[in-house]
Antibody
Framework: EVQLVESGGGVVQPGGSLRLSCAAS????????MHWVRQAPGKGLEWVSL????????YYADSVKGRFTISRDNSKNSLYLQMNSLKTEDTALYYC??????????????WGQGTLVTVSS | DIVMTQSPDSLAVSLGERAAINCKPS????????????LAWYQQKPGQPPKLIIY???TRESGVPDRFSGSGSGTDFTLTISSLQAEDVAVYYC?????????FGQGTKLEIK
């Protein structure tokens, strides 16, 4: 059974940093690209970032480019999102999601339950 | 960036009736080399993560009831629920995965009339 479990969320002040993690199990982790998608309270879904299976290709939404860094450790079946220079508008539930293939050019077929990030002074 | 526009924003349909949600990408998401539309539909119920229901615009994900269907090509897509059930109450999102950033529509809230 595929499982994705996010952690690392919390309350942080504007300008601060946070590192999210996603522990994956139930599939061959390095065979699949992974995404981060966020959802502000009461709002819709916003795609944040993508990393391919090998970890050599990454993509970002314009809203986080230069501030967030996606990475993965395939030996630990883990996905990460390093978030720096956080803004109040980054407040959201952050989901990790598995792509249907290695490159990341397909839909996301499994999602975690999310971890909540609150940016507030 | 490809802008995804869904309509309507909300929809109320009687049980057993048909529901249709539209999604219009600002540019074509049809990849000519493989003739595939890079578009997915997700269902999100309150307090739950999104669930993939349709990919490649019309391929139903495993385990999804056959009352759900996707159609369209290029810049015009539709998610149809042929006979609405109570458990279909949710917010539905389309997403393009043709090019980064992989944008979502704003969502359509489906309720029972």
């Amino acid at each position: 059974e595929v499982q994705l479990v996010e952690s690392g969320g919390g309350v942080v002040q504007p300008g601060g940093s946070l590192r999210l993690s996603c522990a994956a199990s139930g599939f061959t982790f390095d065979d699949y690209a992974m995404h981060w998608v966020r959802q502000a309270p009461g709002k819709g879904l916003e795609w944040v970032s993508l990393i391919n299976g090998a970890g050599g290709s990454t993509y970002y939404a314009d809203s986080v480019k230069g501030r967030f860094t996606i990475s993965r450790d395939n030996s630990k079946n883990s996905l990460y999102l390093q978030m720096n220079s956080l803004k109040t508008e980054d407040t959201a539930l952050y989901y990790c999601a598995k792509d249907r293939n290695d490159y990341g050019d397909q839909a996301s077929d499994y999602w975690g339950q999310g971890t909540l990030v609150t940016v507030s002074s | 960036d490809i802008v995804m526009t869904q309509s309507p924003d909300s929809l109320a349909v009687s049980l057993g009736e048909r529901a249709a949600i539209n999604c219009k990408p600002s540019q074509s998401v049809l990849y000519s080399s493989n003739n595939k539309n890079y578009l997915a539909w997700y269902q999100q119920k309150p307090g739950q993560p999104p669930k993939l229901i349709i990919y490649w615009a019309s391929t139903r994900e495993s385990g999804v009831p056959d009352r759900f269907s996707g159609s369209g090509s290029g810049t015009d897509f539709t998610l149809t629920i042929s006979s609405l059930q109570a458990e279909d109450v949710a917010v539905y999102y389309c997403q393009q995965y043709y090019s980064s950033p992989y944008t979502f529509g704003q969502g359509t809230k489906l309720e029972i009339k």
